[in-house]
């Protein structure tokens, strides 16, 4: 009888420690709610755009990440703008996704909480054209939440194949602003 208590307390006692813990070392971290904002600012227009349904997934064993967009997935305040991007700058159906694959550098204990500095280092696909890139970033551990991941970075359009018409090169800026935020659990 006593040896049963006792198994049974600790199945309980490893139950809570599972539940109650979040432990980040060793492990796959997925994201399928990644957000995604990208702004072009020009004397003549702002265009925004906007998406929430970014994939990402960390193997923190590795180091090792991959993110992914799709394109129709971004949405701007203008129907007609969403439409040009998508047809006419994206060609998202023939390019239908953006993916990011980095090591993830600076980040040596996933277990240790707090805000880390690190560097997202890799290739980036973007309209069919692949460019090695380095993007600082952020990564906040709180064990009881989960983990997240901000990024701030550039990327001009011309580096990846996209062709602004001269038309309207005086609308959209050189550089795109992107803003990525990601919680990971």
């Known amino acids: 009888m006593q040896r049963t208590l ?8 490893v139950i809570m420690m ?9 492990q796959k971290l997925i994201t399928k709610t990644m ?3 990208f702004y072009s600012t ?3 227009e702002d265009i925004k755009a906007h998406l929430e349904d970014g994939l990402g997934i960390i193997n923190t064993a590795s180091n090792k990440a991959v993110f992914q967009v799709k394109i129709e997935s971004f949405e701007f305040e203008k129907a007609l703008m969403q439409e040009h991007f998508n047809e006419n700058y994206l060609h998202s ?3 239908p996704k953006a993916i990011f694959s980095v090591t993830i550098e600076g980040m040596e204990d996933w277990s240790n909480q707090g805000e880390h500095a690190v560097n997202l280092v890799g290739d980036m696909l973007v309209h069919g054209v692949t460019k090695s890139i380095n993007v600082p970033a952020t990564i906040a551990i ?5 983990m997240e991941l901000t990024a701030n970075f550039t990327i001009k359009p011309e580096d990846h194949g996209i062709e602004v018409p001269s038309l309207v090169v005086a609308k959209i800026a050189e550089s795109i602003d992107i803003h990525v ?4 659990k």
């Open 42 to 44: 020009t004397p003549i």
């Open 35 to 37: 957000v995604v904002d």
């Open 181 to 184: 935020k990601a919680t990971f």
């Open 6 to 13: 006792t198994n049974t307390s600790a199945s309980i006692l």
């Open 93 to 95: 159906v023939r390019y």
């Open 142 to 146: 709180n064990q009881a939440v989960g």
């Open 18 to 26: 599972a539940m109650g813990t979040f432990s980040l070392s060793a």
